[in-house]
């Protein structure tokens, strides 16, 4: 008798395993993420984990010096302000060859009947249309950066999503592959070799340089934003979110140039009723807060 009950009970214990693990791993799929998205939304991470990569720890001072020779006296182009903003998962489809694995598996969030793609758009196309009325030269950009793309600024806009319609709230991040901007370009030309060959070894140990611009647009666009929509920051910013594809210039053609100050925006999540009544409702608002932080960040 107790034989029975104890292969009754390992029985009973083992559905609850099984069905516990396909509920978790396999059952649902949301927003059209991928499970490992879907268990990283659930732990308070971004839905956009499939386009964040790591750093190339193996990318040396001589891989910089071939891939960018001219990188130590880099001279600013002689124009006006340039801002370039990533409109994510639009036309993922036409990603190159280096970002094959990206291109297959598409991604990008959904809520309020809307795609993730039409909501940044949306929002890139106001806040363009804000910043070209100052004067700015602004690119609009699909998922794929063009090689080694330069501007004074780059914002890639996305949106987030989660399983819990109560998670709200927005975040930006720079990269590990530190963003030198021109400022800071201008800098070590007046410095020399020598100070940008010691920026680029504390680089390589994962630590930006005290100044750098990247940074600097992040913090503008967490006090700008914020006051334009009302929403909170969310300070759950992973590991992978700040190897993002397209400011992966130690890692990717296809990325922007080390002189491009580069951030990237989750706007929001589209799974909160509450941040998209901002997102899909009033876009302006969003598009108020990336300009104005960049115009700060422009003037600085």
Known sequence: MKKLLLIGLIAGISAVIFLSKDYFLGSFEI????????????????????????????????????????????????????????????????????????????????????????????IVEKTASLL?????????????????????????????????????????????ACSFGSRLGRRFQHEGQESFSSQWASRMHGVCPEGNEANKLVELLEVEYQ????????????????????????????????????VILETGFLTSPHDRDILINNPGKAAAGIANATLEFLKE
Not at 235 to 261: C, D, I, K, L
């Open 132 to 176: 070209r009325n100052r004067g700015i030269i602004v690119d609009i950009l699909p998922a794929t950066v063009p090689e080694a793309y330069w501007a004074d600024a780059f914002v890639a806009v996305h949106a987030d999503g989660n399983t819990n319609p109560s998670a709200s709230g927005f975040k930006v991040a720079s990269g590990y």
């Open 31 to 122: 927003l059209g993420k991928s499970r490992n998205s879907n268990l990283l939304a659930e732990a308070g991470q971004s839905n956009e984990e499939a386009e964040f990569e790591n750093i190339d720890l193996n990318f040396s001072s001589e891989d910089i010096a071939n891939r960018f020779p001219n990188l130590s006296d880099w001279q600013r182009p002689d124009s006006p302000p340039r801002v370039g903003l990533q409109v994510g998962h639009w036309k993922t489809k036409e990603l190159p060859d280096e970002l094959e694995r990206i291109r297959e598996r598409g991604g990008g969030s959904n809520g309020g009947g809307k795609a993730e793609w039409e909501v940044n758009l949306a």
């Open 227 to 262: 006051k334009a929509t009302g929403l909170d920051v969310d300070r759950n910013v992973s590991h992978n979110m700040r190897g993002y594809y397209a400011f992966n210039w130690q890692r990717y053609e296809h990325a922007v140039h080390p002189m491009t100050a580069a």
